[in-house]
């Protein structure tokens, strides 16, 4: 498993890679990106999702630390 630093540096490189791809080989590069089947999108949707999970994973944490300190 890569560390955590290389996973923030190397995540956003492959999406970014992912994009341009998209943005080369397909003809219908802003519409399709709402597909599913697209590269596009998972390129578009992988970088925005860490951070939420981040965010509620942390929420979640303090909930039960404030719950358990009360």
Same mark, same amino acid.
């Given at each position: 498993? /890569?560390?955590?630093?290389?996973?923030? $540096? &190397? $995540? +956003?490189? @492959?999406? &970014?890679?992912?994009? *341009? %791809?998209?943005?080369? $080989?397909?003809?219908?590069? /802003?519409?399709?990106?709402? =597909?599913? !089947?697209?590269?596009? *999108? %998972? =390129?578009? @949707?992988? +970088?925005?999702?860490? +951070?939420? %999970?981040? *965010?509620?994973? &942390?929420?979640?944490?303090?909930?039960?630390? @404030? *719950?358990?300190? !009360?």
């Amino acid at each position: 498993m /890569p560390s955590l630093p290389t996973l923030t $540096v &190397l $995540v +956003p490189l @492959l999406s &970014l890679a992912g994009l *341009f %791809y998209a943005a080369a $080989v397909d003809e219908t590069f /802003p519409q399709g990106c709402t =597909s599913t !089947n697209s590269l596009c *999108f %998972y =390129s578009l @949707l992988l +970088p925005i999702t860490i +951070p939420v %999970y981040v *965010f509620f994973h &942390l929420w979640t944490w303090m909930g039960i630390k @404030l *719950f358990r300190h !009360n």
